[in-house]
């Protein structure tokens, strides 16, 4: 199927970025909200995309203006009949996002597919409420959109396999990298950020190293932006609601450090507050230092800090992932480099090649010995494609196969 127009419901900061990112594509889009303050928002911020494009010479002011009038505001459903596929970006609520759906399953045409932008809420069950779920998948962009190049094409167990392809087809139109992935909490990019981050904040509430200390050795390692940098970039009332919903499905290894609950108790939600896990503007990060006094007065093992520990089990969840067969291990380690612009020894590389790097016997080792530590615990439980791959001898760059193969390595190994 090719899908000759779009549309969009939802028109906040990631409604307006996806809309903006299909009509740059050349497609019509038709971009809807219940609030006609938030449509002239949406076309403000549109228009100030391509401007920006304008002013570094990438587009003229007649281009601009092509690219406009592809786009639609609407507040009527009704305008929704020819599009051939039709992206949610409302709020991360599962009663409204099938509210949305069941409003389109009564006006769009049989043949439209229903995407959803959702980080990690359940495809399957939007999909329920609609008589066409072989045509829901999931379409998670990363914001900001018009930058981010990486796109989840979520398959829940009842996506057809036409569907799947036709939003890869998609998301290929629109210049991006799609990454097919099976339906699981959290998906794939945020499974793993998960285990990084939560590993950050445990060992900071600790009082094993300053926030600081910990983002500057995480640039330095290969991230783009440090643990805490991130985590005030988006949000932590969003990164607290994940954790609470991820540690629901997963468990203990996912559940979220006593500082992010107090932080945001304390309305320090990041930098949309002016206030974080950093201070900004006239705020400083005092208060987090008192909360991280108040929690270390409680008796909490105070564990050490090495790149190693926020590292390693997110090479441990890519493992567990790739077990389960929720994305192929190529597309695991395409999806961290697309989506966080992750990077080892100056080189573009997801957790996978970086085990293999490392070692899968090396990091075996650090994530036995960790569990071990007071501090540890079941968090760190190997994964168990990772011992068998180390069982097998299949240990990484240095053996020619670990998670990947190297053929020149394997040659040296054997000789």
């Given at each position: 199927?090719?899908?000759?127009?779009?549309?969009?419901?939802?028109?906040?900061?990631?409604?307006?970025?996806?809309?903006?990112?299909?009509?740059?594509?050349?497609?019509?889009?038709?971009?809807?909200?219940?609030?006609?303050?938030?449509?002239?928002?949406?076309?403000?911020?549109?228009?100030?995309?391509?401007?920006?494009?304008?002013?570094?010479?990438?587009?003229?002011?007649?281009?601009?203006?092509?690219?406009?009038?592809?786009?639609?505001?609407?507040?009527?459903?009704?305008?929704?009949?020819?599009?051939?596929?039709?992206?949610?970006?409302?709020?991360?609520?599962?009663?409204?996002?099938?509210?949305?759906?069941?409003?389109?399953?009564?006006?769009?045409?049989?043949?439209?597919?229903?995407?959803?932008n959702t980080s990690a809420l359940s495809i399957e069950e939007m999909g329920s409420v609609t008589s066409r779920p072989g045509k829901v998948v999931g379409?998670?962009?990363?914001?900001?959109?018009?930058?981010?190049?990486?796109?989840?094409?979520?398959?829940?167990?009842?996506?057809?396999?036409?569907?799947?392809?036709?939003?890869?087809?998609?998301?290929?139109?629109?210049?991006?990298?799609?990454?097919?992935?099976?339906?699981?909490?959290?998906?794939?990019?945020?499974?793993?950020?998960?285990?990084?981050?939560?590993?950050?904040?445990?060992?900071?509430?600790?009082?094993?190293?300053?926030?600081?200390?910990?983002?500057?050795?995480?640039?330095?390692?290969?991230?783009?932006?440090?643990?805490?940098?991130?985590?005030?970039?988006?949000?932590?009332?969003?990164?607290?609601h994940a954790g609470v919903y991820m540690a629901s499905q997963y468990g203990e290894r996912f559940a979220s450090p006593q500082i992010l609950q107090m932080?945001?108790?304390?309305?320090?939600?990041?930098?949309?507050?002016?206030?974080?896990?950093?201070?900004?503007?006239?705020?400083?990060?005092?208060?987090?230092?008192?909360?991280?006094?108040?929690?270390?007065?409680?008796?909490?093992?105070?564990?050490?800090?090495?790149?190693?520990?926020?590292?390693?089990?997110?090479?441990?969840?890519?493992?567990?992932?790739?077990?389960?067969?929720?994305?192929?291990?190529?597309?695991?380690?395409?999806?961290?480099?697309?989506?966080?612009?992750?990077?080892?020894?100056?080189?573009?590389?997801?957790?996978?090649?970086?085990?293999?790097?490392?070692?899968?016997?090396?990091v075996l080792a650090g994530l036995q010995r960790m569990e071990a530590e007071p501090w540890g615990g079941l968090r760190f439980r190997p994964a168990n494609?990772?011992?068998?791959?180390?069982?097998?001898?299949?240990?990484?760059?240095?053996?020619?196969?670990?998670?990947?193969?190297?053929?020149?390595?394997?040659?040296?190994?054997?000789?």
């Amino acid at each position: 199927m090719y899908i000759f127009k779009a549309g969009v419901v939802g028109a906040g900061f990631m409604g307006a970025e996806i809309a903006q990112v299909v009509s740059f594509s050349g497609l019509p889009v038709v971009v809807k909200d219940v609030d006609q303050t938030m449509l002239d928002n949406a076309e403000a911020h549109i228009r100030e995309i391509f401007q920006g494009r304008v002013d570094k010479g990438k587009m003229s002011q007649a281009e601009l203006l092509d690219k406009m009038d592809l786009i639609e505001f609407t507040l009527d459903y009704a305008d929704f009949e020819d599009v051939d596929i039709v992206i949610e970006a409302v709020p991360e609520v599962m009663r409204i996002k099938q509210a949305v759906f069941k409003e389109l399953d009564a006006v769009c045409h049989e043949g439209a597919i229903f995407a959803s932008n959702t980080s990690a809420l359940s495809i399957e069950e939007m999909g329920s409420v609609t008589s066409r779920p072989g045509k829901v998948v999931g379409m998670h962009f990363f914001s900001p959109a018009h930058v981010m190049k990486l796109v989840e094409v979520v398959r829940s167990p009842s996506s057809s396999e036409d569907s799947v392809q036709t939003v890869v087809q998609f998301a290929q139109d629109l210049r991006k990298i799609p990454v097919v992935v099976k339906e699981c909490p959290g998906f794939l990019v945020n499974r793993l950020l998960a285990p990084y981050l939560g590993e950050a904040m445990q060992t900071l509430q600790e009082g094993a190293a300053p926030a600081e200390a910990i983002d500057e050795a995480m640039v330095e390692f290969g991230m783009p932006m440090g643990p805490f940098t991130l985590l005030d970039f988006m949000g932590l009332d969003v990164s607290l609601h994940a954790g609470v919903y991820m540690a629901s499905q997963y468990g203990e290894r996912f559940a979220s450090p006593q500082i992010l609950q107090m932080l945001v108790d304390a309305g320090r939600l990041g930098e949309k507050s002016g206030a974080g896990f950093y201070g900004y503007e006239d705020q400083t990060d005092e208060p987090v230092k008192e909360m991280i006094a108040q929690i270390q007065a409680s008796g909490i093992p105070v564990g050490e800090f090495s790149v190693e520990r926020l590292v390693f089990p997110m090479i441990n969840e890519a493992a567990r992932i790739a077990e389960e067969e929720i994305a192929s291990i190529p597309d695991i380690d395409m999806a961290m480099i697309a989506g966080t612009g992750m990077s080892y020894d100056g080189e573009r590389m997801g957790p996978l090649g970086i085990a293999d790097e490392f070692g899968l016997d090396v990091v075996l080792a650090g994530l036995q010995r960790m569990e071990a530590e007071p501090w540890g615990g079941l968090r760190f439980r190997p994964a168990n494609l990772l011992v068998a791959k180390v069982e097998a001898g299949e240990l990484g760059k240095a053996s020619g196969r670990g998670f990947h193969e190297y053929a020149e390595e394997m040659l040296d190994f054997l000789s």
